[in-house]
């Protein structure tokens, strides 16, 4: 009986083993000629279909790379070939690869539609859709175990099975039902993903590189003069404060709140950089809204810290004050609102990485925000800080501060030598004075002040004062 049961895993395993797209190969035509008869065609569908049978297999390092893409669902949800948007999730060792939207594609609401016609003929543009926005932030759970033959990479997710190939721009992907050979129409579902804007595009053969690449040039022109005009450090994440307020509302002693009710229903529109400007009233009460652990503890507990929305409705209502009054020039409020983004309510997220570059932005902007004050001492404060432990290397910046005020790099250098004396551990941050302003910064991990102190003198402009 021992001996039987050996044997039988020992063939299992050999057929899993064995697993290729050669044996669904005959599905995926059957299915594609089923829809043919009914007069259904998809030249989208043809050209991914085409290039994975052209295809080698997938680079490894592309497999562990997070992407958005477009998909098409073969199945009798889905008779007119409705592309649908994609995203591939790479975690822990870990995959994910799941159409997104709607089970009919054909219900696939404006925003998502956007989505699609943006990565079929414009791709360059997929950034500035609400989808995207969603996507990249969003963390999906990864179940699927991967394994490779000769022609390309096998995913083994629950109830599916995947095949992977890939060139150097784009990533194809076909999956199937994993009780295929037990089902008389299996569900197959036909994935692409650009792997990078610069890429060949495949669908809209008339859209030359050249062609995009002047589209993006004058796209980034605006977006930089419109980021100036209406900064926003947020802008991915802000529309979430509307979903965050939906999970705030359904639990008491919130959803009998009649005021926070009045300031939540006015958020009817989707939240940008632009429209988040028409809310500053309802931003100033949700700064001050206390939301209790023991709700988050009993309702939000299911997921990692800091993927619900509703965790982060007082951040990002003090970051995108912070934004708002800098660009109208009311610095001091714009001061205050970034410290309390910082101290008061933190981002909070799972990612000690995006957490440490929230805090390096806000510091980075307090100095932005001291120097159009006319503080240039307080601004030089912050960027020195930064060079403390921050993501962001404030040299430049300080180099044009110091020539544009014409300071003598002698006295700034002694100046900054007594500064350094001044600096001291706190509670959440370390700070020190420089000409009579107190600043600070918060690392990623705490050291001794000395440590902090010989490491500063050792940085390329401590060096160049000498």
């Known amino acids: 009986m021992i001996k039987f049961i050996f044997v039988l895993l020992l063939t299992c395993l050999q057929l899993a083993a064995q697993e290729n797209y050669q044996n ?30 052209s295809s080698k297999k997938s680079e490894l390092e592309d497999l562990k790379k997070d992407n958005v893409g477009i998909c098409i669902v073969l199945s009798e949800d889905n008779p ?14 870990k995959i994910n690869i799941s159409g997104i939207g709607p089970q009919n594609p054909g219900e696939l609401p404006d925003y998502m ?39 390309e990479y096998v995913v083994n997710e629950p109830n599916t099975i995947s095949f992977v190939r890939g060139n150097e721009d784009w990533m194809y992907i076909i999956s199937i039902d994993d009780d295929y050979m037990n ?53 991915y994440r802000i529309d979430d404060l509307r979903e965050g307020l939906k999970q705030l509302l359904e639990h008491e002693p919130y959803k009998s709140n009649p005021e926070l009710i009045k300031h939540a229903s006015k958020f009817n529109e989707r939240l940008d950089r632009f429209s ?53 020039g009311n610095y001091q409020l714009a001061k205050d609102f970034y410290k309390k983004a910082i101290f008061t309510s933190p981002l909070i997220v799972s990612s000690g990485t995006t957490f440490g570059k929230d805090v390096d932005r806000i510091v980075y902007d307090l100095a932005k925000n001291a120097y159009k004050a006319g503080k240039k001492d307080e601004a030089y ?80 402009f401590y060096k160049s004062l000498e």
């Not at 414009?122 to 990864?142: A, W």
């Not at 009460?285 to 990692?304: A, G, M, Q, R, V």
């Not at 800080?385 to 020539?403: G, Q």
């Open 113 to 151: 539609k956007e989505y699609v016609q943006k990565y079929l003929t414009q791709f360059e543009s997929v950034g500035s859709t609400e989808l995207f926005r969603k996507l990249i932030t969003k963390r999906i759970p990864t179940e699927g175990t991967f394994t490779e033959n000769k022609t």
């Open 183 to 235: 089902l008389s129409d299996p569900r197959i579902i036909v994935y692409c993903f650009k792997k990078s804007i610069s890429g060949k595009d495949i669908f809209n053969l008339n859209n030359s590189l050249a062609d995009a690449d002047k589209r993006r040039e004058i796209k980034q022109s605006k977006n930089e003069d419109e980021r100036e005009k209406y900064p926003l450090y947020h802008d």
């Open 381 to 460: 404060g912050f960027l020195i800080a930064l060079l403390f432990d921050s993501n962001i290397n404030t040299k430049k910046d300080l180099d044009s501060y110091l020539t544009e005020q014409k300071e003598n790099k002698k006295q700034f250098k002694k100046d900054l030598d007594k500064a350094l004396k001044t600096l001291k551990e706190g509670q959440d941050s370390y700070t020190f004075t420089f000409r009579g302003n107190e600043v600070f910064f918060v690392p990623m991990l705490q050291f001794s002040v000395k440590s902090f102190q010989d490491s500063f003198e050792k940085s390329e």
């Open 24 to 53: 669904v190969k005959k599905n995926v035509e059957k299915t594609i000629a089923n829809y043919k008869k009914n007069g259904k065609t998809n030249t989208q569908l043809n050209t991914i279909i085409s290039n994975f049978n």
């Open 276 to 328: 988040i400007r028409n809310y500053e009233k309802e931003l100033l009460y949700l700064t001050d809204i206390k939301i209790s652990k023991e709700l988050l503890n009993e309702h939000f507990n299911d997921l990692t810290r800091g993927d619900y929305e509703i965790e982060n409705i007082t951040h990002l209502a003090a970051h995108s004050l912070g934004d708002i009054y800098f660009a109208k």
């Open 80 to 93: 007119d070939l409705i592309i649908s948007p994609a995203k591939y999730t790479f975690d822990d060792d």
